[in-house]
């Protein structure tokens, strides 16, 4: 009963370097989120996607990239790591409409 | 726009009832969710509040106002494990719970 897997849990990159977070969901869930969490922030949304194939951006959509190829993957790409980018972030999905997200464990992502 | 407010810190004792108050400035309000997040770990789902009135889920309920844009969650018979962030969060555009706007949330430590 995986729910939301995401990897890695942690990372250190180096300004300007590139990487992907993985986020991966078993309950054939159509929808899905990435979420940025900062200390006096809260959650804010990245990027989503309401299923295979459709992505849209969320408050806070610069300098990342999504893609949705299949219902259980939400890969997100960091295309050019910047210092602000240093921070938690958690994958969440959901069936849509008023039910609960379901969020991943998290990644903290620290730039240097 | 969108505006969502918490307390950022509350205490209260062991075995006491404590209110954590949320107050919300949004267009096309569609419901309101309570999440619970303990110190480096994903937040979880507490309730869902869509029409006026109190839900109540065992030691935890939730009261929606939406003319006065307004919630609270209450904690009954505080116990030490629901020293946590408590996450309020709206959701818009459609009801899609993929879309949620949180607050900042409140840190609530339950002292003995």
């Known amino acids: 009963n995986a729910g939301v897997t995401q990897t890695p849990k942690f990372q250190v990159l180096k300004t300007g370097q590139s990487m992907t977070l993985q986020c991966a969901q078993d309950?054939?869930?159509?929808?899905m989120s990435w979420y940025r969490q900062d200390p006096g922030m809260g959650l804010r949304l990245i990027h989503y996607?309401?299923?295979?194939?459709?992505?849209d951006q969320g408050e806070v959509p610069n300098g990342y990239n999504v893609s949705r190829s299949t219902t259980e993957d939400f890969p997100l790409r960091l295309l050019s790591a910047a210092p602000s980018q240093t921070s938690v972030y958690f994958c969440?999905?959901?069936?849509?409409?008023?039910?609960?997200?379901?969020f991943g464990q998290g990644t903290r992502l620290t730039v240097v | 726009g969108q505006n969502i407010d918490q307390p950022t810190e509350m205490t209260a004792t062991e075995g006491a009832i404590v209110q954590i108050n949320c107050t919300y400035q949004?267009?096309?309000?569609?419901?309101l969710f309570w999440y619970q997040q303990h110190a480096g770990e994903a937040p979880t789902f507490l309730s869902y509040?869509?029409?006026?009135g109190l839900e109540e889920k065992g030691r935890f309920s939730s009261f929606l106002s939406r003319s006065k844009g307004y919630s609270y969650l209450l904690l009954k018979e505080l116990q030490m494990k629901d020293s946590a962030s408590y996450l309020c969060?709206?959701?818009?555009?459609?009801?899609?719970?993929?879309?949620?706007?949180f607050g900042t949330g409140t840190l609530l430590a339950v002292q003995p």
């Open positions: 969440a999905s959901s069936y849509g409409g008023p039910t609960e997200a379901f």
């Open positions: 309950m054939n869930h159509e929808y």
């Open positions: 996607s309401v299923g295979a194939g459709i992505t």
């Open positions: 949004t267009s096309g309000f569609n419901g």
């Open positions: 509040n869509v029409l006026d």
């Open positions: 969060a709206v959701t818009n555009y459609g009801g899609a719970t993929n879309k949620l706007i």
